[in-house]
């Protein structure tokens, strides 16, 4: 299509870039990566590219556990730990960090895809904060062995997740009993 239009009506690759960008987003969903290849080498994207709409390719890839294909967006585009953490930082908006690679994984329990980011970046608990984030990802669909993953991963305790207790009231009121029977059992606050 992107072919078609630049030819009749005679655009550039600058003027179809939001519709090359969507694209690119659609096929890294998907984990589409022949695909996305396949739109870096004919259109020339960036990693500028891969990294628009909040970095949004790569956050796709990794709630979809593309792995393969968050894997090559990483190596070809050479994106770096800012790309895949959760921490607030001076080239993140409050808005932009709510999308980032960590969080999507976590929404979707894509554990492999997780410890896979964790040990490629090799995060620190301070990049993935804010901890309640990726914590009420994976809490929410009742991923309990992600939530004890990155507990244990990054020696979270009750008190580094400041709203704890919404946490587990929203585990329990989801009737996800793993969940909360294991955050009860990390603090005495909730024993009982």
Known sequence: MARWLAGSFGLTTADLRLEIRNTL?????????????????????????VRSCNRAALCYA??????????WLVGHFGLESFDARASKNARASFEEDAANALSYACKKARLGTIRWL???????????????MILDRARAAGHWGVVRWLAGRFALSPSDVKPYDGILD??????HLGVVRWLGARSRRFAG
Do not use: K, M, N
Request: glycine content about 12%; overall charge neutral.
């Open 25 to 49: 987003l659609s096929v890294c969903w998907h984990g589409y990566l022949r695909r996305v290849r396949g739109l870096v080498g004919r259109f020339g994207l960036t990693i500028e590219d």
């Open 62 to 71: 990794c709630e979809g556990g593309h792995l393969a294909l968050v894997g």
């Open 118 to 132: 964790a040990a490629r970046f090799d995060l620190s608990p301070s990049d993935v904060e804010p901890y309640d």
């Open 170 to 175: 929203r585990a329990r009121a989801a009737c």
